[in-house]
């Protein structure tokens, strides 16, 4: 399983990590945070282009001491609406790690390094700014309750396809640019609250691009130091510039998102019997009911589950 579950404890102290750091890396503006987090995208700084654990050197030579199952690479220039989930091995032809870190511009390649924060030297300066990101949403937001972080190593051209996360991430540019294109995750033209329902709840595959979707994207420009805001869900596309790049995502669930996500999977269970249940985000105490009785059915399912068994 990819990332880590933080319990009330670890929290506390991720979070006094991010208050109490004398020199921050990331720069939010506090109105724009409390306007528009979760809500629509928006660019936040950083300091990170300069910092040597984020030089294309220590990076590559951070994958080549990962565990190799951590290291995901492919061709970069593939379609926009390819799936991501088969995206790495449909378009890996005949790539090995050690020829794409070799020959990483010639071979046109792109690498995702899952979870640098397991590394030893890497974990304390990403957990400090995911303690930043954490002492700017507490008040809103409080209690990250998962993250997961991504580095993405990319040649010229290289596309990231649509897709969206079940959970809200920074994405922060740090060599090279990079196009990123968001759609809104409130509209229903864009994932129906269907589509939502059965995205949380893991069933069948992520809501596909349409090409009449172009015209509502929103659109960042990002260059090295600026990073984008990604609300829960939203959908979205990157695509490199012409020079490589690198960038890092911070990506995370907080109590509230893991009540969205479970309401979501409850709503699902009432579309399976055939009813048609009110779309989350309409009501917050619907939703937190709803969320109540998916983790009680869950509750249930776990204690029936040895007696049917024995049954
Ligand atoms: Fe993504």
């Given at each position: 399983m990819l990332g880590r579950f933080l319990s009330a404890e670890n929290y506390t102290e991720l979070l006094a990590r991010g208050q109490h750091r004398s020199a921050s890396l990331l720069h939010f503006e506090p109105d724009v945070m409390r306007s528009s987090y979760n809500r629509r995208p928006?660019?936040?700084?950083?300091?990170?282009?300069?910092?040597?654990?984020?030089?294309?050197?220590?990076?590559?030579?951070?994958?080549?001491?990962?565990?190799?199952?951590?290291?995901?690479?492919?061709?970069?220039?593939?379609?926009?609406?390819?799936?991501?989930?088969?995206?790495?091995?449909?378009?890996?032809?005949?790539?090995?790690?050690?020829?794409?870190?070799?020959?990483?511009?010639?071979?046109?390649?792109?690498?995702?390094?899952?979870?640098?924060?397991?590394?030893?030297?890497?974990?304390?300066?990403?957990?400090?700014?995911?303690?930043?990101?954490?002492?700017?949403?507490?008040?809103?937001?409080?209690?990250?309750?998962?993250?997961?972080?991504?580095?993405?190593?990319?040649?010229?051209?290289?596309?990231?396809?649509?897709?969206?996360d079940r959970e809200m991430n920074f994405l922060l540019q740090i060599r090279g640019a990079k196009t990123v294109h968001l759609w809104d995750q409130d509209d229903d033209d864009i994932m129906s609250p269907e589509q939502k329902d059965l995205l949380l709840s893991r069933i069948g595959s992520r809501p596909r691009y349409r090409p009449d979707f172009e015209a509502k994207a929103m659109t960042y420009q990002l260059s090295p130091g600026l990073g984008v805001h990604h609300p829960f869900i939203a959908p979205h596309r990157v695509h490199t510039g012409p020079q490589l790049s690198i960038s890092l995502a911070l990506t995370f669930r907080t109590r509230q998102s893991d009540m969205w996500t479970d309401a979501h999977r409850f709503n699902a269970r009432l579309r399976k019997l055939g009813l048609h249940p009110r779309p989350i985000g309409k009501s917050a105490l619907i939703d937190q009911t709803k969320c109540n009785l998916a983790r009680l059915g869950q509750r249930v399912h776990r204690m029936l589950a040895p007696v049917e068994a024995d049954a």
């Open positions: 928006f660019t936040v700084q950083h300091q990170l282009t300069a910092h040597p654990l984020f030089s294309l050197d220590s990076l590559f030579t951070l994958c080549r001491r990962m565990p190799q199952e951590q290291i995901l690479f492919r061709l970069g220039n593939i379609p926009g609406d390819a799936e991501l989930e088969t995206s790495y091995d449909r378009y890996k032809r005949d790539l090995t790690l050690a020829d794409t870190l070799d020959h990483f511009e010639e071979r046109q390649a792109y690498i995702c390094i899952n979870n640098p924060e397991r590394d030893p030297e890497y974990q304390p300066i990403i957990e400090g700014l995911l303690g930043e990101v954490a002492a700017q949403t507490d008040a809103m937001d409080p209690w990250i309750s998962w993250y997961s972080t991504y580095i993405f190593i990319s040649t010229r051209d290289a596309v990231t396809p649509y897709h969206m």
